[in-house]
């Protein structure tokens, strides 16, 4: 079975510098890997995914994505960070082949400074 | 296009009370997926639905019925609430049932039990 470690529980920066958040999964293969985005008060929305090709992954809202093989992660980054990006953000990871329900993070929440 | 649509928003119950959550989508998506939510656990998955008439458990089940009378309704039921399920409770549907679907979320609704 898949899992996911998102190490960091709370990250804060301050408006206008860079972002990284991290994702680690364990899983015998390649897998699907996701990030969702939690804003204050809503559902989860989709912010970018792999599944094939080219490692660096290009999301909504500026956002990006490495998968790196070697150390099985997959974490997030913005070169510079606006108000609203604020929120929780979760890493989740799908198995390859038959039916598998994607397996999330515990979430980090970004705090931005203004 | 309302997309995922959950209610009640919030709902305040106390031990012992029942209620029935409810979930519609308008994205005739053949998947849907009931997930609580509990601060420093992320999502977890209860119950979820191949298709209309078909239910299957998730990782935290107990305590929880749910039915799959309609295509686009997925309902979540607590026949005796406890506080310990006092939670924020979303809602998902796919088109698919595979790693790399992408799932798309509820606004959630917030139960709290006295």
């Known amino acids: 079975a898949q899992s996911v470690t998102q190490p960091d529980i709370h990250i804060t920066v301050s408006e206008g510098a860079s972002l990284e958040l991290r994702c680690n999964y364990s899983y015998g293969a390649t897998p699907y890997l996701f990030w969702y985005v939690q804003s204050p008060g809503q559902g989860l929305q989709l912010l970018l995914k792999?599944?094939?090709?080219?490692?660096l992954v290009q999301g909504i809202k500026g956002f990006e994505a490495e998968f790196k093989r070697s150390q099985s992660s997959f974490n997030l980054r913005k070169p510079s960070v606006h108000w609203s990006d604020a929120a929780e953000y979760f890493c989740?990871?799908?198995?390859?082949?038959?039916?598998?329900?994607?397996?999330f993070g515990r979430g980090t929440s970004l705090i931005v400074h203004p | 296009n309302a997309g995922v649509t959950q209610t009640p928003k919030f709902r305040v119950l106390k031990t012992g009370q029942s209620m029935t959550l409810l979930c519609a989508q308008d994205m005739n998506h053949e998947y849907m997926y009931w997930y609580r939510q509990d601060p420093g656990m992320g999502l977890r998955l209860i119950h979820y639905s191949v298709g209309e008439g078909t239910t299957a458990k998730g990782e935290v089940p107990d305590g929880y019925n749910v039915s799959r009378l309609k295509k686009q309704n997925f309902l979540l039921g607590l026949e005796s609430a406890a506080p310990s399920q006092t939670s924020v409770y979303f809602c998902?549907?796919?088109?698919?049932?595979?790693?790399?679907?992408?799932?798309?979320f509820g606004p959630g609704t917030r139960l709290l039990v006295l």
């Open positions: 792999y599944f094939s090709g080219d490692t």
């Open positions: 998902a549907s796919s088109k698919a049932l595979t790693g790399l679907e992408t799932q798309y």
């Open positions: 989740a990871v799908g198995a390859r082949g038959g039916s598998y329900i994607p397996t």
